[in-house]
Structure formats: C-alpha cells, structure tokens
C-alpha cells in the first residue's frame, strides 16, 4: 500500500507543494494584515544562520552597521523623481501618532535611500571622510497585492547597504565587490545554489539606479527568482540631497553612491531550490541543526547514549540537536526532522546499541546505513561537506539541463514554459524585450559571452537570460 | 591656561552633558520625525554587543527566536482591556496602504502582545507543547511627546519575550529566571551596573500583569532608570485569546504567561551611568573595541609597529582597533577615543619605539604610563577586567552613598532631590505613594529586607525604593 504524501507532490501542483512545506516544516505564516508574515522558529533560524554569514562578509568589506528610522517624512518622498514614482504605489502611511492626526504623514520605510541620504549629506564634509560604508538590518514595507509567503510580502526583514564615494570607479567597483564577493560567494558557499550573476536591463533597474546588478537561481520549477541587486547610483541621490565633499585639491564635489540589499526572500529561494517532495533541505552550511541524533525509544541506555553523543558531536563542533522525544512516535519525528531538511539523522534504539552502530539517515542524498557508533564523529565533517556539494551540483545540473540557446522572442517563449533561454542581446534588444513581457517572460539579465558580468548593456556579445520569474 | 571642555561638565548641567556626549562621540542622532533617532555605527556597535551577549543567556533558557508582523489590526486592540488602555495614547496608525485608504487602520505595534498571542492560541494544543518560549529583536513605536535620545523615543529596538506555561508556578519562575539569570546577569556582569532587582508597586505594574519585576539603576545625578521588566501575565491573556491546552489528565485548561522586555535605551544608561566629563566610559566586557592603538606619527617603523602589535592582540582574543590615520592630528584623534570610551589607548611614536615602550592610556581609573611593548599582550586582558570590576564598585558606592534610609513622605522627597529613598512599605503603602506622586517622585520598586524580590507586595519588611526617574 502506498504511503500518503506528506506534502503535495511537485509534479502536481508547484505552488501548492510551496506552501504545504513552509507551512508542515514550520517556517512561517500568514499574518492578520494582508501579506504579512509570521517567521516561526525554524524558519527564523535560517534567517538567523544567514545574517550571521552574510554580516561577517559585510563587515569585511570595512561596511558599519547603523540604524535609521522607520518612519520618513511623507515630503521627503519627492526628492528623486525616478525613485519616487517606483515606490508610490506600495507605500504605507501613518496619519495618527498619539491620538492625533499629524501634521504631516509618514511613511513606513519601503527602503531606506530617501532617510540615510539626509545624513549621508550631513556627515559627508571632506574627502576624509569617504568612503562612507554603512550597512542596515531592518523590516520594511511594500504594500502587495499578490502575497506568497517569503516571495513577496507587505513586510519583509533584509539588509539594505548605502555607501558614498569620491569616484565613479570606487562607486563601481564597491556595487561590483558586493555582487560578486558578498552576495554570490554567500548564495554559492553557504546556500549551495548556483545562481547567475548578471546585470539588469534600463527596463528592470532599481528606481533611482545607473546600473543593478543582480544574481538570478533557477527554482525547482524552472522559474527565475532575482535573490539579491547590488545598484550603483551615480550621482542621482548626490544632487537630489546635494552630497558633497571637499577633494583634496579643494574643490566641492558631488559623492558616487551605491545601494544594495537581499531579503527573507532568500528562505524561500532555499525552499523552491533544494526542497523535495518529502520536505527542505537544508545545505549543512547553512542548518542551524546540522545533525539530530534521535532515540527511538526512552530506554534509559539509548537516552544516555544519544545525549552522549550529542555531546561528543557538539564538542567537535558540529550544530547538533538531540531528540530525546520518546513520548512522540518515532515515525513522526522521523517525518518532521525529514520535513525540516535537516542534512543527517542518527537514530540509535536498543537493537543498535548491541551491535554498536547506529542508522545514519542523510537528507540531502537520501538512504540509510548502519555506521559504527565510535566513527561518527570522524565521518560526519566529511558527510556534511560532500552533501553541500552535492546540493550545489544539483543546482547547477538543473540549471544547465533546462537552459536552452534560442535566437527568436517565439524561441524564448517557449523554453520559458519550463526552463530559461539564453539569447543574444544584439537579437533581442529592447523592443523584444517588450514583447517577451507581453507573454509575462523577462530578461532576468544580461551576462557577457564568457560568462562574467558587462561593463556595457550594449557590449557586443551580451547575452540575454529569459525566463519566468516570481 | 585651562583646556576648554569638550563636553559641557555634568555638574553645570546634566541633560545638556548627555546630549553633548551623545552628539560628540557619535551614538545617534535625531530622526525627522519628531522622537525618532538615528544609532550612528559607534552607537550601533554597542548595541550589538548588547544584543550578542543577552541573545546567548536568552537561548540558554531554551527560548527560541522568531518574528511577527509590525501591523497589527487596529480590531486586535480591544482584547485585553488594561492593555488596551494602557497603550491606546501612544499608538501610530497606517490609514493608508498602497495608494488606498485601509478597509480597517493597521496599528504599528507598540509591543506585541497583541498579534503574538493569536498565534500562542493556535499553536499550543496540548501540555507536551508548553512551555512555548518565544523571543524576538525588533522595532517598536509609542508616540512620544518628550523624547530624549535613547532614554525615550518615538521608535526604538529592543527584545520582547513572550512564554507560556502550564502553571502558575511555572510562570513566576520563569519570569523570575528571566530577571535574575539573564537580565541582571547581563547588567551586573557586562555592563557593569549595580542594579537593583525589585517588584513593580501596583500603580507602576505593566498594563495587562499580574506583576512586574524590574531591575533599576542609579544614574550619574542620582535619578533612577528602569532598565528591563519582566511580567508575569497569569491568565489574562489566556481568556482574552482563549488560549488553552489539554493537560496530561484529559482536561482544557488555561495557560500561565509571561512576557520581558529589554531596549536600545540600555545604550542611554551606560552614557548615564559610566560617563565623565570626558565622555563615555565602556565596560571592556561589552566594547567593541577594548584595546585601540595609536601610531602617534606616520613614520614606517612606527606604522609597522602598531599594525603588527594590533595582529598580536587580535590574536590573542582582545577586540582591537589599530588608528594609523596619521593625516588626522593625534591630539584630536586621543579626544575621540576617549569621549567614545574605548577602555584602555596604546600610544606609539618613534621615542616610545627607541625605548621599547608605549604609553598605555586607561579611560577607567585614569592616567597613563609607559609599559613595555612585549609584556602588553600578557597584561592586558588583567587589565580589562580590573577596569571591569572598578566600574561596577563606582556604580555600587555611588548608589550606596546617595541612597538614605528614610521614614516619612516629607523626607523621601528631600531625598530625590540628590539620590534615592529606602522607606518602609508599610509606612508608605498606596497613599503616600499617591503623595510622591505630586513632587514627581516615584516608587521605582520594592525589596525585600534582605534585599530579595518580595512574592508579595504586602509582605513585612518590604522596603520602598524612592526616586525621581527618567
């Protein structure tokens, strides 16, 4: 007799699969306000486990962390016309304060530009005092009318970096250092995804930008999902806030700015990428829970010997959790811990006891083996590290395996039905470009032809990447 | 001739100091919208040292993080009526959510009781759920009409607990663990406070408890600061929200709850508590900077010097700072360094190097000496811990000298003039604290004989503790 599924299968239905495994892995749920979320503690753990790799990359970049307010003066929202007309319709506005209405609004942060931008004119007096590298780690709101979970909500958690610079080419290539050795070394290393570092078209950059620069994983359903932008900002905000510094040969100069951000999206890129029908699973990187050592019954030699197991795998560094749960069936927690994609299982009971050995369930792979006991703690660094890789190759196979070459708007059509389609830059350009958003399809980016990312949206050669996107 | 001070001295005027402090040394600064602040990186810094040492000792309690939504409805704030009450004057509204007036207005939480305890209601089904233990670090905003920089303010960050239990006894103990073991734990030993644990009177209970427990420090001119509260909420929330289990013996039962709060105006209190005329005093446990070194000139070998003793210290687990910013005067660099706190200045230029020494400067007791370079890393971190336990003995005799016992309203009142009050409960009791009241003076707590919390606010020998706060 077959087994009902846990989740609904991918085949089925994709979408459906997505919220029954966020919502039976307990990563989050629907807030009472429309498109709110609830981030449950598994799901903030995550979030948690990536702030952590992703501000020491930060903070390496010689980036500060600051706090700027959550509310900015409805006025202010009139300082840099692109930025403004991109953010007008998903603002949130509060007209009472303390049981009054006030005298002016205030918005409820969509993003931070139009707030830091006040200080950064204020704080900026000499070329002393640049770069100006600052970095937050804040909610903001983006009123949405077509909710998913993690994908897109009204509030979402992110860290948005603002910095300020003396030159065009500092301002570059800080935008270009972050794209590259913060967000894709991070979603390459940590998240085990193989995602498309590119830059975007005039037609899909930030409100406000001279240049994004984005990085683009295919999802499990062959979708495109945009994970991170890195802007560069030119002087748009410099002269609509009047930033200036004293050079060092003394003359009053405009700073050369750059923004950039990633999201609580990244959780759900983490879903639609390395989930399976059977749950998440979570690169060992990344797991705040790398291994759970289960007792299968609440034998009193069992209990002591996963906890001193657990014990032992702690002291060797790995992130373990025991399950010491006995008055829960087994099956169940079994089925949990699988949900929740944590990388290895070790479940020990009586009969494994005597033999010495316990069963080692990996995730990521899938299967199971009985393994001696006193090896664990050798093998499992080699364990954990083979099935990162093995996500990460995954990931990669899946994008090249439904990646196809075209060279006609009906051609991208097409392989957009279930995958991307590369074509050239020069055979599209901006008027199919338009025409591919008739069909919902966009250029999720341009690459050059060996792959790195173009100076020039015009460079002959470029490449344009096309898919569905979420 | 006098050196002009830095800082407006703290015996001219108190209020006047701080802001000075707070502006100079580059903690925050004011928001455009009226009470709210921007944390600058040097401010920021503190706090995520705060936040990474009270997150450890909240998981410690088997708390787990997660997070839920900023927008509560605005129907939400009619279920637990003292609460409701409480909060009301402080609320802001959003009216207004992408370019349309709201069906119903969405509050920005004030705290979150409110949409957290929806959520307890659904997910706690049965005992073997329970304790459910839930924290998390977030913004906040009350409107306020009298800000201050960190001490009040419109928006600030901060973590709120939010648990529930079986029993009552589960939940008094806990709130109970939650004051000592994490709160006064980390104030006493990280921010080297001597604070004082109590219960809240009645009068000054968190709106919708059954008791507040509150640990209380002196500030430099002698006013109380409340620092951190932990409530236990009994069952008010629970009928409220209905939220009930079913116990090990079949039956539905109500459960027990508590909820603690920690803020961004700790940051306020180590300013008010530490700081001299010179500017901030940081406890070395919580800097995020212990140790800076200083090249007094640009020479190579001087350079060379501080950059290689700064890799030793790094090294050798102490968080250091190397200042090679030699186009900056020294003189004015020192300054910095000693109105932002940083516990403990190594200074060197060519003579200290002829000499084999260089001038340890340390910010706590004062005072400067020429050391030996190669015996620095050995003696440094005795050091900081010494300047550690002599910040907590100056908080101590400071409270210690300016609290009197007293025995009569009239007296009291004298007493906060300059520093606190210990009068008997039962010679105070509700009417005299009503009498307080007047002079602005406040019961900030009431203790044991013994010093201990009191089970009871009637108990004999409950001692009041009398001051004008912030």
């Not at 005298?103 to 200080?119: G, H, K, L, Q």
């Not at 979970?149 to 948005?160: I, S, V």
């Not at 033999?355 to 006991?373: D, L, Q």
């Amino acid at each position: 007799m077959a087994k009902a599924p846990v989740l609904t299968p991918r085949a089925d239905d994709f979408p459906r699969w997505y919220q029954d495994l966020i919502n039976k892995a307990e990563l989050a749920d629907n807030g009472p306000v429309r498109g709110t979320m609830v981030i449950r503690p598994y799901g903030y753990g995550l979030w948690e486990r990536m702030q952590a790799e992703m501000d020491t990359r930060i903070k390496e970049t010689g980036t500060q962390n600051a706090y700027f307010p959550l509310l900015i003066p409805q006025s202010y929202f009139v300082k840099e016309a692109d930025h403004v007309e991109g953010f007008a319709p998903e603002l949130a506005v509060v007209t009472h304060g303390g049981g009054k209405e006030l005298e002016e609004p205030a918005v409820v942060r969509p993003t931070s530009e139009m707030i830091i931008n006040d200080y950064f004119a204020k704080w900026v007096q000499s070329y002393r005092d640049l770069p100006l590298l600052i970095n937050q780690w804040a909610n903001v709101v983006r009123w949405e009318l077509r909710p998913r979970l993690f994908l897109r909500t009204t509030e979402f958690l992110w860290q948005e970096g603002h910095t300020a610079h003396a030159t065009y080419e500092d301002a570059r290539d800080f935008a270009a250092h972050i794209h590259r050795k913060v967000y894709e070394d991070f979603m390459v290393n940590v998240l085990a995804m193989d995602v498309v570092p590119g830059r975007k078209t005039v037609k899909e950059r930030f409100a406000g930008a001279i240049n994004t620069l984005t990085l683009e994983g295919m999802m499990g359903d062959g979708k495109a999902l945009q994970l991170a932008t890195s802007h560069e900002l030119g002087q748009n905000f410099a002269k609509a806030f009047n930033t200036q510094y004293l050079s060092k040969e003394g003359k009053q100069e405009l700073v050369w700015q750059t923004s950039w951000g990633s999201t609580t999206r990244m959780i759900g890129a983490l879903v639609m990428t390395h989930g399976d029908d059977n749950g998440l699973r979570v690169p060992p990187r990344l797991a705040q829970i790398q291994v759970v050592v289960l007792a299968i019954k609440g034998d009193d030699a069992v209990l002591a010997k996963v906890r001193e197991l657990g014990d032992r795998l702690k002291a060797a560094g790995i992130r373990v959790q025991v399950d010491d749960r006995t008055d829960v069936p087994f099956g169940r927690r079994a089925v949990d811990w699988e949900l929740k994609g944590v990388p290895v299982r070790i479940e020990i009971g009586p009969r494994d006891l005597e033999n010495g050995t316990a069963m080692v369930a990996r995730r990521i792979p899938g299967g199971k083996e009985p393994v001696g006991i006193e090896s664990l703690v050798e093998l499992l660094p080699g364990i954990l590290e083979d099935d990162q890789a093995l996500l990460l190759k995954q990931s990669r196979e899946r994008r090249e395996s439904r990646t196809a070459e075209v060279s006609t708007v009906e051609e991208a059509v097409e392989a957009a039905a279930s995958g991307w389609a590369r074509i050239p830059w020069a055979a599209l350009g901006a008027s199919g470009e338009a025409r591919l958003a008739e069909q919902s399809v966009t250029v999720r980016c341009l690459v050059a032809e060996d792959g790195s990312v173009p100076d020039d949206e015009d460079a002959p050669g470029n490449v344009a990447i096309v898919a569905r996107a979420y």
